[in-house]
């Protein structure tokens, strides 16, 4: 079993910074995907920031304002959130793929946090 605790979130200002916090534990064989979508009211679930290996992708959006960073050896990922704004305003998940080597294949399984909540006023 795969456990993903999300943390950080809130209510900030427009031109503020908030943090989130993601720790993966359970049974971990190896990780590989892992980041943050979001979801604003009404809309659909999209990318925020993900990393897999050494390359780091994120949504057009936040780029520049956003940084991901990822510590492989606690199973754990930091979204920096600088200058929001209020569309910016979601519930936030952390996703993680997990990777099992079984029957001399990897088998890929995908992990969700209950998701929390950002809200950025103008």
């Known amino acids: 079993q795969v456990h993903v605790v999300e943390s950080g979130g809130g209510t900030a200002q427009a031109g503020s910074s908030l943090r989130l916090s993601c720790e993966v534990s359970g049974t971990i064989e190896r990780i590989g995907t892992m980041g943050w979508y979001r979801q604003p009211p009404g809309n659909q679930r999209d990318l925020v920031a993900v990393?897999?290996?050494?390359?780091?992708t994120y949504a057009d959006s936040v780029m520049g304002r956003f940084t991901l960073s990822r510590d492989n050896s606690k199973n754990t990922v930091l979204l920096q959130m600088t200058n929001l704004k209020p569309e910016d305003t979601a519930v936030y998940y952390c996703?993680?793929?997990?990777?099992?080597?079984?029957?001399?294949?990897?088998?890929?399984?995908?992990?969700w946090g209950q998701g929390t909540q950002v809200t950025v006023s103008s």
């Open positions: 990393a897999a290996g050494e390359t780091t």
């Open positions: 996703y993680v793929q997990s990777l099992i080597m079984a029957e001399r294949r990897t088998h890929s399984y995908d992990y």
